[in-house]
T-cell receptor
Framework: NAGVTQTPKFQVLKTGQSMTLQCAQD?????MYWYRQDPGMGLRLIYY???????DKGEVPNGYNVSRLNKREFSLRLESAAPSQTSVYFC???????????????????FGPGTRLTVL | DAKTTQPTSMDCAEGRAANLPCNHS???????VYWYRQIHSQGPQYIIH???NNETNEMASLIITEDRKSSTLILPHATLRDTAVYYC????????FGKGTRLHILP
């Protein structure tokens, strides 16, 4: 299994340009997430998709759109890039099992390697 | 918003146990406590999670207080490779990261 893969690894854009960050997972997970991380900061949730066909806003959705193309793929689009969107973008997928009386709930996120985006 | 409070940074001598605290006083009954870590620019890595009982795996131990308002992650024998930012998270659906604790392992 490749786990969670992201493309591209690095990208430089000019202000106003558009681009799509790709994310794919081969673990058959239902939930997928996009985060951004600015230097010295924690991760902030942009959008997430609890299951195929659904998407929801996270903490910082403005300036972004997402598409859950199928169960495997969850893309993040910047329609008109701004310097404030310079960041490292992480995609994640999650497996969740709500345990029963004798078993613990299992809930783990798996992260991709990140895309480093610079907007000039 | 993140529902947890963690110290900004901590130091620990190599070979000693690292004890990382986390306060989550507003945790609700069905919410789990999760710990992740992020090693320099990599994607976060899952460590452990628990509901109310103490948990242990090959990486760490998790101690949750009886009232569930706080927890401690224990790395029993810290090594230089454990230098990372450690995130304590309490959430069941969308996982929200706070600022975490930057752990420095001192040789």
């Amino acid at each position: 299994n490749a786990g969670v893969t992201q493309t591209p690894k690095f990208q430089v854009l000019k202000t106003g340009q558009s681009m799509t960050l790709q994310c794919a997972q081969d673990m058959n997970h239902n939930s997928m997430y996009w985060y951004r991380q600015d230097p010295g900061m924690g991760l902030r949730l942009i959008y997430y998709s609890a299951s195929e066909g659904t998407t929801d806003k996270g903490e910082v959705p403005n300036g972004y759109n997402v598409s859950r193309l199928n169960k495997r793929e969850f893309s993040l689009r910047l329609e008109s890039a701004a310097p404030s969107q310079t960041s490292v973008y992480f995609c994640a997928s999650r497996v969740f099992y709500r345990g029963g009386l004798n078993s613990k709930s299992y809930n783990e996120q798996f992260f991709g390697p990140g895309t480093r985006l610079t907007v000039l | 918003d993140a529902k947890t409070t963690q110290p900004t940074s901590m130091d620990c001598a190599e070979g000693r146990a690292a004890n990382l605290p986390c306060n989550h006083s507003t945790i609700s009954g069905n919410e789990y406590v999760y710990w992740y870590r992020q090693i320099h620019s990599q994607g976060p890595q899952y460590i452990i999670h628990g509901l109310k009982n103490n948990e242990t795996n090959e990486m760490a131990s998790l101690i949750i207080t009886e009232d569930r308002k706080s927890s401690t992650l224990i790395l029993p024998h810290a090594t230089l490779r454990d230098t990372a930012v450690y995130y304590c998270i309490v959430r069941d659906d969308k996982i929200i990261f706070g600022k975490g604790t930057r752990l420095h392992i001192l040789p």
